[in-house]
């Protein structure tokens, strides 16, 4: 592993206003070019324990960001109008579809 912003950011750090991070292509990876916390800057097991913790809140919540990449192809509202016009429930449907295409780990 090696320092990345996530990890950084995953210990409650912010980029540019806590750390600023290069890479100057020269094969010795990502660095800390500046530390302006005020607090002391953690180690490099402590970034790559970060990094991992961030990937693995990340991966867990994939399946809302299929189900977000799902619901944004409905026109829910017009669904949501023709479901009240007709007595139908395509909306409901649609969205449970969804649900049980991604389900919650």
């Known amino acids: 592993m090696a320092i990345t912003a996530n ?3 995953h210990l409650g ?7 600023s ?3 100057d ?6 660095y800390i070019k500046t530390w302006i916390s005020s607090d002391a800057q953690p180690t490099v097991s402590a ?12 991966d ?3 399946y809302s960001r299929l189900r977000k990449a799902k619901y944004d192809l409905l026109n829910q509202d017009e669904m949501r109008y023709d479901d009240l016009v007709n007595n139908t429930t395509t909306w409901r449907d649609g ?3 969804i649900k049980v295409s991604h389900p919650k780990p």
């Open 7 to 9: 990890g950084l950011i």
């Open 13 to 19: 750090y912010t980029p540019e206003v806590d750390f």
């Open 21 to 23: 991070l290069q890479n």
């Open 25 to 30: 292509k020269d094969g010795n990876g990502v």
């Open 47 to 58: 970034i790559e324990a970060g990094a991992i913790a961030w990937q693995t809140a990340y």
């Open 60 to 62: 867990a919540l994939e």
């Open 95 to 97: 969205i449970a579809a």
